[in-house]
T-cell receptor, first 115, second 113 residues
Framework: DAGVIQSPRHEVTEMGQEVTLRCKPISGHNSLFWYRQTMMRGLELLIYFNNNVPIDDSGMPEDRFSAKMPNASFSTLKIQPSEPRDSAVYFC?????????????FGSGTRLTVV | KQEVTQIPAALSVPEGENLVLNCSFTDSAIYNLQWFRQDPGKGLTSLLLIQSSQREQTSGRLNASLDKSSGRSTLYIAASQPGDSATYLCAVRVGGSQGNLIFGKGTKLSVKP
C-alpha cells in the first residue's frame, strides 16, 4: 500500500484565495482525520470522519474551513477565503476502527503558506 | 478535557547514551497511546502503540511503557545514535476505537556524534 497520500505537498497562495487540500486514505481504513500543525500550538485535530460521516468538527477554527469525504477513498479540506494565519502544515491520517492494535498512519502533509 | 504534556521539550545527548522521554496525560480514560517520530519537514512515523490494557511495547532499541492509572508513559531509547535525532510525539486515543488522537507538543531530540 502506498500509505496515506496528500496533495499538494506545498501550496503558496494569496490572502483571500480558496485553497483545497486533498487526501487519499489507506484502502480499508474507515476513519480519516485532518490535523493542523503549527509551532505555537503543535498538532491540533480539525475534523474526523468514520465511514465517510463527519463525527467531530469542533476543531475546525471557523466557517472558512470545510471538509468533505464523498467516498471511502477521498477527502478534501477547503479554506475559503484563506488568511495568513492559516499558514501551517496540514496532515491527513487514517486508521481502521474496531478493536485490536490499530494505530494511525499519517500522510506527508501539505505545507500551506498564505501571503 | 484531555491534555498531553511532554517533558523535556528538547534534549541533547552524546551518541551511545540511553535516554528516557516522558509523556503525561490528565485523563486516564484512554483507548491506547501511540509514540511517533517526526523528522524536520516530514510527516509522522508511528513507532509504538500500547493498548490501554498493556504495560509496555518493545521494538528494537525502543521500549515504551504505560501506567494508565498515573497518567504516564515513557519512551526509552537504548544506545542512542545520531540517526535518532528527531522530534518524538506522544498521543493518546480517546473516544474508544473510533476516537481521535490528542497529541503532546513533542520532545526534540538531538544525538551528537
Amino acid at each position: 500500500d502506498a500509505g496515506v497520500i496528500q496533495s499538494p505537498r506545498h501550496e503558496v497562495t494569496e490572502m483571500g484565495q480558496e485553497v483545497t487540500l486533498r487526501c487519499k486514505p489507506i484502502s480499508g481504513h474507515n476513519s480519516l482525520f485532518w490535523y493542523r500543525q503549527t509551532m505555537m500550538r503543535g498538532l491540533e485535530l480539525l475534523i474526523y470522519f468514520n465511514n465517510n460521516v463527519p463525527i467531530d468538527d469542533s476543531g475546525m477554527p471557523e466557517d472558512r474551513f470545510s471538509a468533505k469525504m464523498p467516498n471511502a477513498s477521498f477527502s478534501t479540506l477547503k479554506i475559503q477565503p484563506s488568511e495568513p494565519r492559516d499558514s501551517a502544515v496540514y496532515f491527513c491520517a487514517s486508521s481502521p476502527s474496531g478493536t485490536g492494535s490499530y494505530g494511525y498512519t499519517f500522510g506527508s502533509g501539505t505545507r500551506l503558506t498564505v501571503v | 478535557k484531555q491534555e498531553v504534556t511532554q517533558i523535556p521539550a528538547a534534549l541533547s545527548v552524546p551518541e551511545g547514551e540511553n535516554l528516557v522521554l516522558n509523556c503525561s496525560f490528565t485523563d486516564s480514560a484512554i483507548y491506547n497511546l501511540q509514540w511517533f517520530r517526526q523528522d524536520p519537514g516530514k510527516g509522522l512515523t508511528s513507532l509504538l502503540l500500547i493498548q490501554s490494557s498493556q504495560r509496555e511495547q518493545t521494538s528494537g532499541r525502543l521500549n515504551a511503557s504505560l501506567d494508565k492509572s498515573s497518567g504516564r508513559s515513557t519512551l526509552y531509547i537504548a544506545a542512542s545514535q545520531p540517526g535518532d535525532s528527531a522530534t518524538y510525539l506522544c498521543a493518546v486515543r480517546v473516544g474508544g476505537s473510533q476516537g481521535n488522537l490528542i497529541f503532546g507538543k513533542g520532545t526534540k531530540l538531538s544525538v551528537k556524534p
